[in-house]
């Protein structure tokens, strides 16, 4: 796994180990950040269900102002700080180890972009996606990258299905508000 482009273009990122890790593909990275190309620079940007932080890790090469890494896994969490140190971007990033309901029930600073890739088949996208529209910018954008087959609504609060991208198993969704789709 590396960073595609950017400022730490190139660079390897470590990865956590086991059956239930999904790394986001290169294709699919390079996919999602093709398409929000224009909408990165100096913005915040959120990896909930972080994993090894690659997401927010390419947001902050490709310009993001700052990067919140959260997921529940202590081992995860230590990944996500080491490739921060191993990139040199840990001054631009937070990194918390809580649960995602939880951190979204407490938090009160707004997201300009937010990238859910939940544990698959587990609910919690549901119980996610009506939480995460109240945390992110009426300019924002909530990306979600789930499995095919799991059902994802077309409308969560003011927040719209804008575009949508099948991936062999998996789809990503892109969610803007009404007011912009």
């Not at 890494?69 to 937070?94: E, H, Q, T, W």
């Not at 937010?114 to 698959?120: N, T, V, W």
């Not at 979600?144 to 969704?173: A, C, T, W």
């Amino acid at each position: 796994m590396r960073v595609i482009t950017g400022e730490a273009r190139g660079r390897r990122l470590l990865t956590l180990e086991g059956a239930d890790v999904r790394p986001t593909t290169d294709k699919v990275k390079e996919a999602v950040f093709s398409a929000i190309q224009f909408d990165i620079q100096d913005r915040v940007f959120l990896d909930l269900f972080a994993g090894s932080g690659q997401m927010g890790i390419e947001a902050l090469s490709r310009g993001a102002k700052s990067a919140v890494f959260v997921d529940s896994s202590r081992k995860a969490v230590d990944i996500i700080r080491k490739n921060l140190n191993n990139v040199g971007f840990y001054d631009r990033a937070k990194v918390l180890h809580a649960d995602s309901l939880s951190y979204l029930d407490m938090v009160s600073e707004p997201f300009d972009i937010a990238y859910l890739d939940p544990p698959y088949s587990t609910g919690i996208l549901q119980e996610v996606m009506p939480k995460i529209v109240e945390k992110v910018k009426k300019t924002g954008i909530i990306i979600v990258e789930n499995p095919e087959k799991e059902e994802i609504f077309e409308k969560y609060g003011e927040f719209m299905l804008d575009r949508q991208k099948h991936y062999g198993k998996i789809k990503v969704s892109m969610y803007r508000h009404s007011d912009y789709v």
